[in-house]
């Protein structure tokens, strides 16, 4: 029986992981879950082969299709931007590793995330990786407390160039492949193709309104961008135009200066604390995964549902986008983004 069941992807990060458990005398088993239609279980079969560890695929392509693909096409078609991770990890990933785990008698799951994990308050709770330039953190944020009990992330706070050293002198395959920045179901990026091809969604023509309400073009579908978006808009004007909004019942999208992209507040609903968060308090909000993160306020506004007032105004915050907030290295919680 295993001790320990690892997730491998076949990338350097899950890979290194696996090998790390082994080399620390873990009975270690790794599964690969089939998510995307675009899933290959062959490298992480050679990672698994090279550790010397059992290995095992379970095919979750319908339930991603039907749960995550399908929640995000309709979230972006209703004008949000959502990050699809973020909600996987929550109802499917981390779930399916657990059930897995519980099949073959593993206590313990391990991930390649960046993150880590600790006690607080007699609980378990989720904590950034000391190695901020790769902290994945934030897409964990809705895991719940009784699965973070049981992860372990073996390379949570290396460096990406110790990993990658570490898998090249154990012979790693993938030692030297490129990190991923894409959505694993739209490995080109080509949201609108997705979106056609998945959804059925035809560009229909609407109009660019200008911040004084000005008419300026048209454009080929409102779902098609996201605020903050410069490139593509395709109007030639006397200063840089900038997505600031757009209302998807009417097909608008909201033209402006780059000032127009910032704002002192926001709401966030369906959040999930680590600990009660019953009156206001202060901490770091990061509004988007490559966001630094900025200090604010978190004012209860109800059920499940809080206001973020910030110390500076901050750019491009989107709907469908998670609030994060974190006290140090200890994530407190979050919500999505009205």
């Known amino acids: 029986m295993a001790d320990?069941?690892?997730?491998?992807?076949?990338?350097?990060?899950?890979?290194?992981?696996?090998?790390?458990?082994?080399?620390?005398?873990?009975?270690?088993?790794?599964?690969?879950?089939?998510?995307?239609?675009?899933?290959?279980?062959?490298?992480?079969?050679?990672?698994?082969?090279?550790?010397?560890?059992?290995?095992?695929?379970?095919?979750?392509?319908?339930?991603?299709?039907?749960?995550?693909?399908?929640?995000f096409s309709d979230e972006y078609l209703a004008g949000l931007t959502p990050n699809?991770?973020?909600?996987?990890?929550?109802?499917?990933?981390?779930?399916?590793?657990?059930?897995?785990?519980?099949?073959?008698?593993?206590?313990?799951?391990?991930?390649?995330?960046?993150?880590?994990?600790?006690?607080?308050?007699?609980?378990?709770?989720?904590?950034?990786?000391?190695?901020?330039?790769?902290?994945?953190?934030?897409?964990?944020?809705?895991?719940?407390?009784?699965?973070?009990?049981?992860?372990?992330?073996?390379?949570?706070?290396?460096?990406?160039?110790?990993?990658?050293?570490?898998?090249?002198?154990?012979?790693?395959?993938?030692?030297?492949?490129?990190?991923?920045?894409?959505?694993?179901?739209?490995?080109?990026?080509?949201?609108?193709?997705?979106?056609?091809?998945?959804?059925?969604?035809?560009?229909?023509?609407?109009d660019y309104v200008y911040s004084d309400g000005r008419i300026l073009g048209t454009h080929s579908g409102s779902w098609g961008f996201t605020v903050g978006q410069r490139r593509g808009i395709g109007i030639a004007w006397e200063h840089p135009l900038y997505v600031t909004g757009k209302d998807t019942s009417a097909n608008r999208v909201f033209l402006g200066p780059e000032a127009d992209l910032y704002s002192n507040t926001l709401t966030a609903s369906d959040t999930v604390f680590a600990f009660p968060a019953e009156s206001p308090f202060r901490c770091e909000c990061r509004i988007r995964y490559s966001h630094t993160g900025s200090l604010c306020t978190v004012v209860p506004a109800g059920k499940n549902t809080v206001s973020v007032i910030f110390d500076t105004p901050q750019r491009a915050v989107t709907r469908g986008q998670s609030a994060v907030f974190y006290d140090g290295d200890i994530v407190l919680g979050g919500g999505y983004i009205d």
């Not at 010397?52 to 695929?57: E, H, K, L, N, R």
């Open 84 to 206: 699809p991770c973020v909600f996987c990890n929550e109802s499917l990933k981390i779930p399916a590793l657990i059930e897995e785990a519980d099949s073959l008698g593993c206590r313990t799951v391990a991930t390649g995330h960046y993150a880590g994990t600790a006690e607080s308050g007699g609980r378990t709770v989720l904590r950034r990786s000391k190695n901020r330039s790769k902290d994945q953190s934030y897409m964990l944020y809705r895991v719940s407390r009784d699965a973070l009990s049981r992860l372990v992330f073996p390379i949570g706070d290396l460096d990406k160039n110790e990993v990658r050293r570490i898998a090249l002198e154990a012979g790693i395959p993938s030692a030297a492949a490129k990190d991923s920045q894409d959505i694993c179901f739209i490995p080109d990026g080509d949201y609108r193709r997705f979106l056609a091809d998945f959804a059925g969604a035809v560009p229909v023509a609407g």
């Open 4 to 71: 320990v069941l690892v997730a491998m992807s076949g990338g350097v990060d899950s890979s290194v992981a696996a090998y790390l458990l082994k080399c620390r005398g873990y009975s270690v088993r790794g599964v690969y879950l089939m998510l995307s239609p675009e899933s290959d279980p062959t490298a992480a079969e050679h990672a698994a082969k090279l550790a010397g560890i059992p290995f095992s695929v379970r095919d979750c392509r319908k339930s991603f299709s039907d749960r995550i693909m399908r929640r």
